[in-house]
């Protein structure tokens, strides 16, 4: 077993000068509480009952909206009382307590009830004050974000009436009352109710009776004259079963006055008329609470417990009978228990603050889990300032063939200039679905690019089979779409947009490096894949195709934007994988012959920490993905920010987390065993701003994954986490870029378009936003202007195409 201890500090009664330095009078008595408990070596945490109107945004947080009752001390009010409890403890260097809950003394009531009581779901104080709290269904706070369970309330109903709703039921003695009160106009429900203000009703009473000449003779003595001098406890004593009569006249006559049989029985209405009207209006304020309480939860009938503390219900000789009766009239429907609070406030304060304690630390956990996820700047400059230097030895004749980040150089060296038309088709092999696209480009004052394109399916069997039946697959999927054009006898131009990294000698050949996101068909690595496109189409022997270009979908995403925006130097994919290209200065790329111009460079920056530079910042889930992954330890960058692993990682830390216990109960699924389950569209659909809790439960229960409320929360932190930290990293990596690009231009500042694709970026409700942000961030003196790609991989295939076939052409010449 796990003990744990608890502090609640309640106060009530203080004297003046002790409540003007309240918090540090606070902290002495709790210093010599501990120390003749001899708890002062202990480190504690502390429940703090503070039964005032605070507004909370969280357990440990209040700010004090205003005093009522007799505190009045300054500077308090619109201050965080947590915080003030705080510093005056730090003061105190001998005792070590932590302020863990800002308790109201309602809530006190109704958790001490609740303790014993699993119906419990109402607190009620009537003594020096009152005040309510109840349970009320998140989806009805619309300060407090979650739909979920639900939330204690508390009503702060001591200020009804405050805006002028009784004012048709207070009387004059009412208006006399709060006139001589310390805050008039303000909380004037409580001013008929509670015990702090009932003794003075019949004081104001009884002065009017007998100047009227009523009680007494008319004659009014000083005491009767003297604010205060009837209190609460003297009602209670009047109104006696037995002792009533003879307790009145005693009482009456200490206040100096000579009270007949007459003025004591009457003496004896006026305080069971006032102290009637109490329970009478508590009943009707309960009365509403409770039918609210019904309607939440669509019954006909309603068994409840209320958790009742305060002096007033407690010692007054007839109050208590007179509100339940009263109540059981007003809200027929609802059985209600009264449960008498035993130990208040104190042992309310200690159940929240344990449950709070609890939620406390399994908050420590959580935030341990995902704390290597948030990248603070220095490590983003890092990341930025390694992807540079990877970008430079990939440029370098002597450090290339080591260099991570390859940098391959496409032979695109020119941007469309409109003058482009034609026919083309166009393949899209690399993404998440294959294509086969006819393209038609016009130029002049009609230009225009239409598209037509047909997808087909890949099957995992030929991803993963052997070269020649992935090459036989497209050929097929080719000669479909022919067929279904009606133009198989055309001998088109063709762009084969090719997403995986290719060694380039020319536009029109291209040697695979290697596979990369889920593919992994045999005999294809160190091959050129144009050649072994046409050694397909000559195997079928059905049509003839005059293949072009080889193209990356980072390079057609670059020309599709470039045909729109010639400042597009630079594209970007955010998809299954990553990557970008960008338009480098010849002189600066090593590995190709020439001087002049640029030339389009595909950085495969997904490969980027391959060489173990960016390891220090990999999680250990991050390794489990990359374990489990078709090409361990490749990929590295990639499989931190893209599509394809994002929803894997996130899987993996709840994994960890259950096993933790802080999710699903502790219990691991069969779902969530499975491997790919969670995919990054997940994230999306749980990231979205719009998404209430109950359909984030929705989603994890589609994916056989029973969340309660908390999990939920839970996981939509995870989700954020991994998410926000892919697109830091992918800024951080553009940073490096643009900032290469400016130092290139040789311009104090640079303007400049990204093109940028791929799902990741356009669907995640936050993925671009932040991106973006930490470009600006990392690369201060660049201006980027981020222009969506439309179809990047079949129109820009067909636009490299076409601008190749048009430079063909001049050459030929
Ligand atoms: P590709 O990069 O394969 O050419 P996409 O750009 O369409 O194709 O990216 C597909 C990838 O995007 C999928 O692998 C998946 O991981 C991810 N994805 C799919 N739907 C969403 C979504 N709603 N939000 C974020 N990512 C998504
Ligand atoms: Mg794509």
């Known amino acids: 077993m796990f003990a744990v201890h608890l502090l609640a500090f309640h106060f009530t009664k203080l004297k003046e000068d002790q409540i003007k330095k309240l918090f540090g009078y606070i902290a002495d008595c709790l210093s010599d509480f501990m120390e003749t408990r001899n708890l002062k070596q202990k480190k504690l945490p502390l429940g703090f009952t503070f039964s005032f109107p605070c507004k909370q ?13 007799h505190f009045r001390v300054r500077g308090v009010q619109g201050t965080d009382v947590v915080s003030s409890l705080h510093r005056a403890l730090q003061k105190h260097q001998d005792i070590d307590v932590d302020v863990l809950a800002l308790v109201n003394d309602t809530v006190g009531t109704m958790m001490t009830c609740g303790y014993d009581d699993q119906r419990c779901e109402v607190g009620l104080i009537i003594g020096t004050g009152t005040n309510a709290c109840y349970m009320e269904e998140m989806r009805h706070i619309s300060l407090v974000e979650g739909d979920e369970g639900r939330m204690c309330i508390n009503t702060e109903w001591g200020a009804f009436g405050d805006d002028g709703a009784l004012d048709d039921l207070r009387t004059e003695f009412d208006r006399e009352l709060d006139l001589g009160s310390l805050n008039p106009g303000k909380q ?175 908050r420590r956990r959580l935030d341990a889990a995902l704390a ?68 038609k480009i016009k130029s002049g004052r009609r230009r225009s690019v239409q598209m037509y394109n047909k997808i087909f399916a890949i099957p995992l069997e030929i991803m993963q089979g052997t070269g020649e039946e992935l090459f036989d697959h497209i050929v097929q999927c080719i000669a479909d779409f022919l067929d279904y054009m009606g133009i198989k006898g055309a001998r088109l131009p063709l762009g084969f947009t090719f997403s995986f990294p290719c060694r380039q000698a020319s536009i029109d050949k291209g040697t695979l490096v290697g596979w990369t996101k889920g593919f992994k068909a045999t005999d294809c690595e160190g091959e050129d894949v144009v050649d072994m496109l046409r050694e397909a189409i000559r195997r079928r022997n059905e049509f003839d195709l005059d293949i072009v270009a080889v193209v990356n979908d980072t390079v057609g995403t670059m020309m599709t ?58 999680t250990k889930y991050d390794r489990e993905v990359d374990e489990g992954s078709l090409n361990p330890g490749k990929q590295r960058y990639e499989k931190m920010t893209s599509g394809m692993y994002l929803g894997e990682i996130v899987r993996q830390i709840l994994i960890d987390l259950t096993k933790q216990g802080l999710l699903f109960r502790g219990h691991i699924s069969e779902s969530l065993r499975k491997r790919g389950i969670f995919e990054t569209k997940f994230l999306s659909q749980i990231e979205s701003d719009r998404l ?77 936003r932040i991106l973006q942000e930490t ?25 490299i195409t076409a601008v190749a076939k048009r430079l063909h052409n001049v050459g030929q010449k």
């Open 775 to 799: 470009v600006k961030e990392l690369a201060p003196q660049c201006d980027v202007t981020f222009m969506l790609s439309e179809d990047g991989s079949g129109k820009g295939a067909a636009l």
């Open 372 to 439: 290597p996820f948030l990248l603070p700047p220095s490590t983003l400059q890092e990341v930025r300032d390694s992807m540079r230097a990877e970008l430079e030895y990939g440029l370098k004749r002597e450090t290339q063939a080591q260099a991570t980040v390859k940098m391959l150089p496409t032979y695109v060296c020119g941007m469309p200039d409109g003058t482009e038309k034609g026919k083309f088709l166009a393949l899209d092999l690399g993404g998440t679905n294959f294509r086969v696209l006819l393209v």
């Open 188 to 362: 004037l429900f409580e001013k008929m109710i509670s015990s702090l203000y009932l003794g003075e009703l019949v004081r104001l009473i009884l002065l009017k009776m007998t100047k009227e000449g009523l009680l007494f003779n008319g004659k009014v003595s000083t005491a009767l004259l003297t604010k205060g001098k009837i209190e609460t406890k003297h009602v209670s004593a009047m109104e006696k079963y037995k002792e009533g009569l003879s307790n009145t006249r005693e009482i009456l006559r200490e206040l100096k006055l000579f009270p007949s049989e007459e003025d004591c029985v009457a003496v004896q209405h006026v305080c069971t008329i006032v102290s009637f009207r109490s329970a009478n209006l508590c009943a009707a304020a309960l009365a509403a609470i409770l039918t609210r309480l019904r309607d939440n939860k669509k019954l006909l009938r309603m068994r409840t417990t209320v958790g009742i503390d305060g002096g007033l219900y407690k010692t007054h000789p007839r109050y208590a009978k007179r509100l339940h009766k009263v109540l059981r009239r007003l809200v027929p429907t609802c059985d209600v228990r009264f449960l008498l609070s035993q130990g208040g406030s104190g042992r309310g304060a200690a159940l929240v603050t344990a449950v709070a304690l609890r939620l406390a630390a399994q």
């Open 692 to 768: 209430a809790l109950l359909q984030v439960r929705r989603i994890l229960q589609q994916l056989g994954l029973d969340s309660t409320c908390e999990d939920s929360i839970i996981v939509k932190e995870v989700c954020a986490a991994v998410s926000t930290r892919a697109a830091r990293l992918c800024g951080a990596g553009l940073a490096a870029v643009v900032e290469k690009k400016r130092q290139n231009r040789g311009v104090e500042r640079l303007q400049i378009t990204v093109g940028v694709d791929g799902t990741l970026y356009k669907l995640h409700p936050h993925f671009s």
């Open 561 to 618: 934007c470039g045909y729109e925006d010639p400042n597009c130097e630079i594209g970007l994919i955010a998809g299954t994988g990553t990557n970008v290209c960008y338009m480098e200065d010849m002189k600066n790329i090593e590995t190709v012959e020439g001087n002049e111009g640029q030339m389009c460079i595909n950085t495969e920056w997904g490969a980027f920490g391959d060489n173990g530079c960016i390891d220090h910042i990999r």
């Open 57 to 69: 945004t969280k357990l440990d947080e209040g700010v004090l909206l205003e005093w009522t009752k």
